[in-house]
């Protein structure tokens, strides 16, 4: 599958350690603070939990193009997504998103331009909660 993907792997991501697994970034445009991205993961890779912080606007959202994975927000249950899936993820919402165990899975990430924004990168994907996905 990865060898298959619409618009190419990538190289290793260059944010790896806030990864369990490897993952695989592809930049595709960047107009201003618009950024585009194609990001890759390998079966049961996942990112940490992490925050999209802004005063105002921002945030991110993904289109899934290949493969199954997840997405969940902190205290909500797990999304399995699949292609054609959207995720619209509001700013200041702490989540995580990644691979299902058994199946590539890509997602283009687009990031919504805001006011003092920054990511935080929070506390990994315990394996626990990860297996217990269904």
Not at 10 to 37: C, R, T
Not at 53 to 81: C, M, P, S
């Amino acid at each position: 599958m990865a060898d298959e993907i619409l618009f190419g792997k990538g190289e290793e991501n260059p944010f790896g350690e806030f990864f369990i697994g490897q993952s695989y970034l592809k930049l595709l445009a960047q107009e201003g603070e618009v950024m585009v991205a194609n990001v890759t993961f390998e079966p049961g890779c996942r990112n940490n939990w992490h925050i999209h912080h802004a005063d105002e606007n921002g945030g991110q959202i993904l289109l899934v193009t290949e493969g199954e994975g997840w997405y969940q927000e902190f205290g909500q249950d797990a999304r399995k997504l699949k292609v054609g899936d959207v995720v619209s993820i509001p700013p200041n919402v702490k989540h995580w998103h990644g691979a299902t165990k058994d199946s590539w899975f890509t997602h283009i990430a687009i990031e919504v331009p805001g006011i003092n924004q920054e990511n935080e990168w929070c506390e990994e994907v315990s394996d626990d909660e990860y297996m217990n996905l269904e």
